[in-house]
T-cell receptor, first 113, second 112 residues
């Protein structure tokens, strides 16, 4: 059974800093990995999707990496802004894509103005 | 394109009562998911539909939870009777093929 762990559980940094969120998983037989953002009282918004054959994806100030052999992914946020404050969730699609996403508990991020 | 629609937005019930949630996925999305998100946790998959068929309901507490997607479009999730530990946000998501999932804003259920 796939287990997903996100570290740290919470993070508070001053505006402008670069930061890294971590995600680890136990079963490397994944189909893809996604990073989501969740704002209070809202659903989840997909940020980046990395296919199993890829090593990284970039979108604007966000860069996500995937290392299946070590069971790790990182989400790098450059030049953080107060609007980046949210909970960031890592999720994996396993079982050939038929099993639905398995989520971590998330990292609650606060960017101080 | 319109997003995933869910209703109601909030619901407060007493334990042992019943409740139903509704989801309208994005048009053309064959796969529909219901997730339960307890405060401070990541979403947990309850049930996955492909069109109107169930793909995975292994984590659905079938003694009290039921879900249907009769015409392969809208879906309803029902809890009867509700327990205190069912207090959570219930998220619906839809997907086309193996593209990314699109989530609704969820229904926040409080059981007192």
């Amino acid at each position: 059974k796939q287990e997903v762990t996100q570290i740290p559980a919470a993070l508070s940094v001053p505006e402008g800093e670069n930061l890294v969120l971590n995600c680890s998983f136990t079963d490397s037989a994944i189909y893809n990995l996604q990073w989501f953002r969740q704002d209070p009282g809202k659903g989840l918004t997909s940020l980046l999707l990395i296919q199993s054959s890829q090593r990284e994806q970039t979108s604007g100030r966000l860069n996500a990496s995937l290392d299946k052999s070590s069971g790790r992914s990182t989400l790098y946020i450059a030049a953080s802004q107060p609007g980046d404050s949210a909970t960031y969730l890592c999720a994996l699609l396993s079982g050939g894509g038929a099993d639905g996403l398995t989520f971590g508990k998330g990292t609650h991020l606060i960017i101080q103005p | 394109e319109a997003g995933v629609a869910q209703s109601p937005r909030y619901k407060i019930i007493e334990k042992r009562q019943s409740v139903a949630f509704w989801c309208n996925p994005i048009s053309g999305h064959a796969t529909l998911y219901w997730y339960q998100q307890i405060l401070g946790q990541g979403p947990k998959l309850l049930i996955q539909f492909q069109n109107n068929g169930v793909v995975d309901d292994s984590q659905l507490p079938k003694d009290r939870f039921s879900a249907e997607r009769l015409k392969g479009v809208d879906s309803t999730l029902k809890i009867q009777p509700a327990k205190l530990e069912d207090s959570a946000v219930y998220l619906c998501a839809s997907q086309r093929g193996i593209d990314t999932l699109h989530f609704g804003n969820g229904t926040r259920l409080t059981v007192t």
